[in-house]
C-alpha cells in the first residue's frame, strides 16, 4: 500500500514538472517570438530564420509535453496567467540587442535542460518510461541548440 501512495506522489510531482515545461515553454515562445520581430543589424537575416525555427521547435514540444499530460490524467496550464505564475523562465523585457537575446535563449535554455533533467529523473522513479523518453530527446534537442547558440556568440 505505502509503494502505490508513493508513486501517487511521484506521479503528482511528474504532473509538476509536466505543467512547469507547459509554461516555460510557452512563455519561450512568445520571447522567442518578441525577439524574431525585434531582431536588427547585420545578422538580420541569419538570425530572424534562427528564431522562427527555435519559436516552432518550442511550441512542438510543448504541445507534446501537454499531451503527455492529458495522457497520464493530468492538466496541464493553458493560460498566459498560469504560465507567468509557474513558469521558471521569464518574459523579454523588451529593447534587448542581438547579442543579448542570443545570450538569453542559451540561459534559457540551459535551465529547461536542467529542469528536464529533473523530470526524467521524477519520471523513471514513477516507472514513467515514456514520458522519461519524451524529456530525454528534448533535452538532446535542446543541448544541440545551446551549442549552436554559443557557437554563434563565440
Do not use: C
Request: charged share 25%; no cysteine.
Amino acid at each position: 500500500m505505502a509503494k502505490s501512495t508513493s508513486k501517487t506522489q511521484t506521479k503528482t510531482g511528474v504532473e509538476q514538472i509536466l505543467n512547469r515545461q507547459v509554461a516555460n515553454l510557452n512563455v519561450m515562445y512568445v520571447k522567442i517570438h518578441n525577439y524574431h520581430w525585434y531582431v536588427t543589424g547585420p545578422n538580420f537575416f541569419s538570425l530572424h530564420v534562427k528564431f522562427e525555427e527555435l519559436y516552432n521547435a518550442v511550441t512542438l514540444q510543448m504541445d507534446e509535453i501537454a499531451e503527455r499530460l492529458l495522457t497520464i490524467k493530468g492538466s496541464p496550464a493553458a493560460t498566459m496567467k498560469e504560465y507567468l505564475e509557474i513558469a521558471s523562465i521569464q518574459e523579454a523585457a523588451g529593447g534587448e540587442d542581438t547579442k543579448t537575446m542570443v545570450q538569453n535563449i542559451v540561459e534559457d535554455f540551459a535551465t529547461l535542460s536542467e529542469e528536464y533533467a529533473e523530470g526524467i529523473e521524477a519520471a523513471e522513479e514513477a516507472g514513467d518510461q515514456p514520458t522519461a523518453d519524451m524529456l530525454t530527446g528534448f533535452q538532446a534537442d535542446l543541448e544541440k541548440h545551446m551549442w549552436m547558440l554559443r557557437s554563434y556568440l563565440a
